[in-house]
């Protein structure tokens, strides 16, 4: 395969519209959020069917504690109701979740059913990460912090801190909703990713949205600050 037919396996996506979704259509922000799973319930479930072996989502940002209490408990309740419903179908597609963040400081349901899935799915050979309140500039700082404990502080020694250690190198980095800006997101992570904006709002994002980025990154020429 030349270098301009690369194949991106590592793709993260800023789900972000839902909101405005809702609003146009004249309906409660919570439908958004609740149109918005869907979304990723359908990704999820086409994985098998791309190069792609990780799909990391940004969920909930470290900065979304800022919203309106009743919307927060929403997404808290959306997530309890999606680990339930959708772990069985994580199983039997043979997909591994992944969390980033500082999310064992959620609720303490919430935590007991992500330390489950995880348990259920380790042995999955695709991976679904998922950045639950995270944020890449506390990621960075906490990385930078135990490397200095281990030892010399290097572009090597932090990148083994992140909460990405053990996933593939970011290829393709999609935000959805026409925003363009990487709002704290994997930030270490997109220094060398191709990205790719779309101005179509999350829920309404499809599996073939997915593979048109896809495509977009195959024609692409990655030099890493190269020629």
Request: glycine share 6%.
């Amino acid at each position: 395969m030349s270098e301009k037919q690369q194949e991106a396996r590592h793709v993260a996506i800023i789900m972000d519209g839902n909101g405005r979704w809702a609003k146009r259509k004249h309906l409660p922000r919570v439908m958004g959020h609740r149109k918005g799973v869907e979304a990723v319930r359908a990704l999820v479930r086409n994985l098998k069917d791309t190069p792609v072996e990780c799909l990391t989502l940004y969920a909930f940002s470290s900065e979304n504690w800022k919203r309106p209490e009743d919307e927060v408990d929403d997404l808290m309740n959306l997530m309890r109701k999606f680990i339930k419903s959708d772990l069985p179908e994580f199983i039997a597609n043979d997909v591994k979740l992944h969390i980033l963040g500082d999310w064992r400081s959620l609720a303490p349901d919430i935590v007991a059913m992500l330390e489950d899935a995880l348990a259920q799915t380790a042995k999955g050979s695709r991976t679904l990460a998922v950045a639950l309140n995270y944020g890449a500039q506390a990621e960075i700082a906490a990385a930078a912090r135990l490397a200095a404990k281990q030892g010399e502080v290097t572009e090597e020694s932090i990148a083994a801190n992140l909460y990405t250690a053990d996933l593939p190198p970011l290829d393709l980095l999609i935000r959805t909703s026409g925003e363009v800006r990487l709002s704290n997101f994997l930030l270490w992570q997109a220094a060398y990713a191709e990205m790719v904006f779309t101005e179509i709002l999350w829920p309404d994002f499809t599996p073939a949205h997915l593979m048109d980025a896809l495509d977009q990154f195959s024609g692409r020429e990655r030099r890493f600050g190269g020629r």
